[in-house]
């Protein structure tokens, strides 16, 4: 989902109804179709951006949030089981497992925390976005360890946080066919999208319109462009193996979700005998992921970029 149209839609609709609703899935287990954080925005008009986790369950909190949005319904809360057996509200469906979801009434109030959630988006820093009984509010200058966390005592007592700001972001090195497969698949699943290459002249970059940014620098220096911690990822992929080496070099130390690099098992061994020489701890290559990307027998620029792509999404979910 690309958070700064999510949030400048629930804008604009404030503006236009003067309400729209916002559903977060606050918390969930493991089979649930809804994922912790997950979000919806429904306007008056029945109009809907984002999911809660689709199908019958996702139809009748649409229509239960229409009635809130009317007056007719009041409780902010509603904890479903999927499942035909259980001791909470059903949700319709039979998969198992459970989810939680908060319905904020978003008003001319919220606009100026809706306004810094958009700040914050575009500064690329996190904040900490509070919803409770009545309240919806977002703290700029403050991030948690979890992104997401929830309590709940009752129906009118728990808290649900989540950091928001500092979005999952591709770093992708080496800006050729492959880097443009992948800036173009890694920004359709939400990711944001910066891709680096040394060349000024290269027609791949200048085609490329999914990466949010173009930087053209010598391979061995992009450590300074990218922001360390859990949603980064660095996507190795230059059209030579000493732009190669000098990318792994510059990445190897960072704290990073996910480092990959393409290659044949040849060409990746030079790389790495060559950064041994060089100083490299060869423990450090233990985090690196290559031959990149899922074994599906890739070959096109398009094949290898779903290969990568699917492979952090396999991280990224494994360790949420």
Not at 24 to 31: E, K, R
Request: glycine share 8%; net charge negative.
């Amino acid at each position: 989902m690309n958070e700064k149209r999510f949030w400048q839609f629930a804008r604009d609709n404030i503006n236009e109804y003067d309400k729209v609703l916002l559903l977060t899935v606050a918390d969930s287990s493991n089979h649930s179709p809804g994922r912790q954080g997950f979000k919806m925005l429904l306007t008056p008009n029945g109009s809907t951006l984002g999911t809660v986790g689709g199908g019958i369950m996702e139809k009748q909190l649409i229509d239960y949030g229409i009635e809130l949005l009317s007056g007719k319904e009041e409780k902010q809360i509603k904890r479903l089981q999927h499942s035909l057996k259980t001791d909470l509200e059903e949700s319709g469906l039979i998969c198992g497992g459970y989810q939680t979801i908060i319905f904020s009434l978003l008003a001319s109030e919220e606009i100026k925390s809706i306004d810094k959630i958009l700040e914050n988006l575009n500064k690329r820093e996190n904040g900490i976005l509070k919803l409770s009984y009545n309240l919806f509010e977002y703290d700029s200058s403050q991030s948690q360890k979890d992104d997401c966390t929830f309590n709940y005592e009752n129906d009118t007592d728990y808290i649900y946080k989540e950091n928001i700001g500092f979005t999952d972001t591709a770093y992708i090195i080496g800006g050729g066919h492959v880097g443009l497969a992948v800036s173009q698949i890694m920004k359709f699943i939400g990711f944001y999208v910066i891709v680096f290459d040394h060349r000024e002249d290269v027609f791949t970059m200048n085609q490329n319109t999914y990466a949010d940014e173009k930087i053209i620098t010598d391979y061995k220096d992009v450590n300074q462009f990218i922001k360390e911690g859990s949603k980064s990822y660095a996507i190795i992929v230059t059209p030579m193996h000493m732009g190669d080496k000098d990318a792994l070099c510059s990445v190897i130390n960072l704290d990073l979700k996910y480092i990959g690099m393409m290659g044949s098992a040849r060409k990746i061994k030079t790389v790495f005998n060559n950064l041994i020489k060089d100083g490299v701890d060869k423990k450090l290559f233990d985090k690196v992921h290559t031959p990149i990307g899922l074994e599906i027998e890739a070959e096109t620029p398009e094949e290898i970029a779903v290969s990568i792509a699917a492979e952090i999404i396999s991280i990224k979910r494994k360790t949420e």
